[in-house]
């Protein structure tokens, strides 16, 4: 099952204008699990993460893609469909 891990943090403004966007999209029905790269650093480690936001579609235990900064709603739908 595919699904898309949203690295982000409290301090982070761009992730504060972009985290509306993720929880819409979590509730239209993709799963989203927003991970603060402040308290989780192993997952931040694990996905190598550099900048915030960045956003990682992965299936199963598999990396799939990534992206870093602020898209649209739709940008991130096409990017979980693509």
């Given amino acids: 099952m595919k699904k898309l891990f949203y690295f982000s943090a409290p301090w982070c403004g761009p992730c504060k204008s972009f985290g509306p966007t993720m929880d819409s999209i979590s509730q239209s029905g993709i799963p989203v699990q927003k991970i603060n790269v402040d308290t989780d650093a192993e997952a931040t480690q694990a996905f190598s ?9 992965v299936e199963d235990t598999n990396e799939l893609k990534r992206f870093t900064g602020v ?9 979980y469909n693509g």
């Avoid at 993460?49 to 579609?57: A, E, F, K, N």
């Avoid at 898209?71 to 990017?79: A, C, D, L, M």
């Fill in 71 to 79: 898209k649209s709603q739709q940008e991130v739908i096409n990017f």
């Fill in 49 to 57: 993460i550099r900048s915030v936001p960045t956003v990682v579609l």
